[in-house]
């Protein structure tokens, strides 16, 4: 089984920034070869792709978040990142980070981001 464990979610002020990390562990054992990302659902609709990072590090984004949002990763770590900036009220949601490569999409719990004045 994989797990994925995301961390970084919270409450922040407009135009503040937060940074998600997902880290995957279990039984993946190269890391490198699989894409990762993330997508967000707000109440009430659909869950959309934010970011997603291939194993040779081709990115997509989401086009809301074109130049706010920096997607990485660290394959020694086991590890994606999210870093968001300049958040808006419109980008409070759920963010659910993906694994890609092991057969089903794996998923993460989720974590809330809050961005409100």
């Known amino acids: 089984q994989v797990q994925l464990v995301e961390s970084g979610g919270g409450l922040v002020q407009p135009g503040g920034s937060l940074r998600l990390s997902c880290a995957a562990s279990?039984?993946?054992?190269?890391?490198?070869?699989?894409?990762m990302g993330w997508y967000r659902q707000a109440p009430g609709k659909q869950r959309d792709l934010v970011a997603g990072i291939t194993s040779g590090g081709s990115t997509d984004y989401n086009d809301s978040v074109k130049g706010r949002f920096t997607i990485s990763r660290d394959n020694a770590k086991n590890t994606v990142y999210l870093q968001m900036n300049s958040l808006k009220p419109e980008d409070t949601a759920v963010y659910y980070c993906f694994l890609d490569g092991l057969g089903p999409r794996r998923w993460g719990q989720g974590t809330q981001v809050t961005v409100s004045v």
């Open positions: 279990g039984s993946i054992s190269i890391f490198r070869i699989y894409a």
